[in-house]
């Protein structure tokens, strides 16, 4: 029976490493990202959090959500953000049929699979709060009825750096409910150099092409991907190695506040998605430091001071890591 069950789940991992594959494929033929930012990626995909993408225009950022969401396989709906946005535009509303006589439901944008906030931040922050109970409850409540999303539902939200015009901070809670935040920065020579032959080879250099883009997996699929990530066995060090880590964000010179347990449980849900990327069932402690600064950057505030001398939360969190003890065994 031990030796079935075995056999068994090395089947699931060896079929979840050919869909792993398939994904990053696809997405590698459309987008040109570093490496760090393709398995970030798929992390939030497969690990069942949102993602955060962030970067100044211009640097691919919809496209690398639009392209996650096409092969993915779910039904995907995107909603430009801007200052006159209304919640009930993203969430849906209830309407007055004056033929029947009665009150007809429609939902909005935010019924589907995957959900694409292009610029969230220009939209003020009554519309970015439409999106709260919906990331962390899975649920829209309208007129009082709550109404459950379809699983898997994963919010890719881009944004521009806030010293960009015309741009309104998002709220730390809203922030926190990211499971990952993306840097997308300026590409090397050489991506820069395919980038630029790519899309003048093309007829509309401008456009954005993901509608031949062909889905390698299904909605199902990627529930059972999260399966076979929740039935991932961690180590006891392992745990308390990300609680040590979250936990110390908060006493760390130069942050103002640190992240809270749901930064804890992103950070190991993460490290639980980037082993298995690496055909791994199991977490090792580099595992919890590839994805430290993508899970924390957004969850930490650092103090005046270390904003005025010019310091990042990525600066700050390089240092928490290289002193904080990883487990050895």
């Known amino acids: 029976m031990e030796e079935k069950d075995a056999e068994q789940k090395q089947d699931r991992l060896r079929w979840a490493q050919t869909l792993i594959a398939q994904l990053r494929s696809a997405i590698g033929k459309t987008v040109v990202v570093p490496e760090e930012t393709l398995v970030g990626a798929i992390a939030a995909l497969i690990g069942g959090g949102h993602l955060l993408i962030e970067g100044v225009p ?44 009665e009150f007809r439901l429609r939902r909005g944008p935010v019924f589907c699979h995957v959900l694409l906030a292009d610029e969230i931040n220009r939209a003020p922050a009554k519309t970015q709060a439409a999106l709260l109970e919906a990331m962390q409850e899975k649920q829209v409540t309208l007129e009082g ?30 922030l926190d409910r990211f499971m990952l935040k993306l840097h997308v920065e300026y590409p090397d020579e050489a991506a820069e150099m395919r980038i630029v032959q790519a899309n003048c080879s093309r007829s509309n250099s401008n456009s954005l092409h993901t509608a031949a883009i062909v889905p390698v997996a299904r909605p199902e699929d990627i529930r059972l991907l999260q399966g076979i990530i929740s039935a991932m066995t961690v180590d006891a060090q392992i745990l308390a190695y990300v609680v040590r880590l979250v936990r110390a964000t908060r006493e760390w010179a130069g942050f103002d506040h640190g992240a809270g347990p749901r930064g804890g449980i992103a950070l190991l849900r993460t490290a639980q998605a980037a082993a298995l990327i690496n055909g791994r069932s199991f977490v090792l402690p580099d595992d919890i430091k590839r994805m430290t600064l993508p899970v924390l950057r957004h969850r930490v505030k650092l103090s005046a001071d270390m904003e005025l001398e010019g310091y990042s939360p990525d600066d700050l969190l390089h240092d928490l890591i290289a002193a904080t003890p990883a487990p050895r065994a």
């Open 58 to 101: 211009g640097l691919g950022k919809t496209l690398l959500a639009r392209t996650l969401a096409a092969v993915s396989g779910g039904e995907c709906n995107r909603v430009q953000f801007t200052p006159d946005l209304l919640p009930s535009d993203i969430t849906g509303h209830v309407l007055y049929d004056m033929k029947s006589g």
């Open 145 to 174: 009825r709550s109404l459950p999303l379809e699983e898997p539902f994963l919010v890719i939200a881009t944004q521009n750096p806030l010293e960009q015009e015309g741009t309104y901070p998002l709220p730390q809670s809203q």
